[in-house]
């Protein structure tokens, strides 16, 4: 296929969307629904891990308001993004769609598509007040969007005197510096905005930005986890061996615990990397608690669907990495926790694998919308209250920012219930496999092995087939 017949597919996906998007039926099911739609709370972390709460068995970290969302509601225990970055991950959150269809692959080539509407685009324009309160990371921070109450920053933020823009019904005023930590800040706005009479449903996306680094703790948390023994990860002294069996692409990504060039400071031994980071999650969950306690005085806590997820995974040492970008598991898994007691038992767990793609459709799902056709994700709805629904077994990952400052080479693979398999593309091309069931660590890189030359040549197909399936053409 030619790069102009790539780049038409690309453009009749986004059509179909906006057209699917302002379609009449939108309209009529939101007001056949009218009186009866949740509103809709959406916490983003940033680089949190689904093993950072108490309710995930993490004996040091304190996540009460956390817990409560998966204790109440569901716990899905095999949440993944499609891209470890921030930019794109939170693209296809907003959207819907994989990097290479909204065109959003990394941090630097963020631009959100014009034609394919936002979730908030659609939630709005069915009756929903929306407010968005963080980072976006995308170009121009979602100001080219209209929202009933804005409260952002473009690209990252200064903990403590951030730079931030505010808006009110689609008009924004001029960026200016705050002297409070960020997310204090973001989470006093947010309640600020709950607190005041709301004539629709709403929506708040509340999209916090610790622990990014370089990241520093609120004041109140300078002395938070003295003493506490951090195990190191099985797979953290992989380095000593060279890496052995791993490729190239592998050994020479410097985004490595106490070798990282550009933050010296901030990833210098595993202790400090760790215990900042459980800071930030429990930083996360004490604004949490303040929103919580609006919805509760108000008496809207059931009537409310609250969803808890994150950009994109994070390593904390394992095979000696910080930051993301591989597609190592710790780097592209991800929490997704929901409550809505209306339509969600207490206490659900599901195993099946969703990804970030499927967090818009089931904003809409909840809110009575229909999906466009044309979104690459799913509702997850019908797992939680269909027996047998179907649902995938396998899915695409894709990472694409190269060269950079963590030099991080860019791949593609494919994720199945129980095998893994990366292909980075660039000359000379190198491969990874592994079996997770036997090998969650995944120290044991399998291609190249005769036994397993079968599994790759299949595994390799089936990258081939989810890539035509989601539009994405060689170029």
Known sequence: MTGSQSNQTRRSVLQSLAAAALGPGLSRVAASAAGTKPNLVFFLGEGARPDESSL??????????????????????????????????????LTGLYSHTSGALDNGRNKLPSGAPLVSDLLRENGYEVAFLGKSHVQGALTDRYWDYYFGFRGQADYFKPRITEGVNGKYGEERQYN?????????????????????????????????????????????????????????????SGYRGKPKSVVDALNKVGTQFFLPDQVRSLEELVKNHYCGIQSNDEDMAQVFNVLEQKGMMDDTAILWSSDHGFFLGEHRFYDKRLMYEPSIRIPFMLRYPKRIKPGTIRNEMV?????TPTLLDLAGIPVPSTMQGRSVMPLIEKSGAPWRKDWLYEYYEFPGYENVKPCRGVRTERYKYIHYYLEPQEFELYDLQIDPDELNNLYGDPHYASLSGQLAARLRELRAETGDQPV
């Open 355 to 359: 990804l970030n793609l499927d967090l």
């Open 180 to 240: 409070d930590y960020v997310d204090d800040l973001l989470t006093r706005k947010a309640v600020e905005w709950l607190s005041q009479p709301h004539a629709k449903p709403f929506c708040l996306f509340l999209w916090f930005y610790a622990p990014h680094a370089p990241f520093f703790r609120p004041l109140r948390m300078v002395n938070d986890f003295n003493g506490a023994p951090i195990p190191k990860p099985r797979s953290f002294d992989e380095y000593l």
């Open 56 to 93: 995930a068995g993490n004996r040091l970290l304190h996540t009460p308001h956390i817990d409560r969302i998966g204790r109440e509601g569901v716990v899905f225990n095999n949440g993944f993004c499609t891209n470890a970055l921030c930019a794109p991950a939170r693209a296809s959150i």
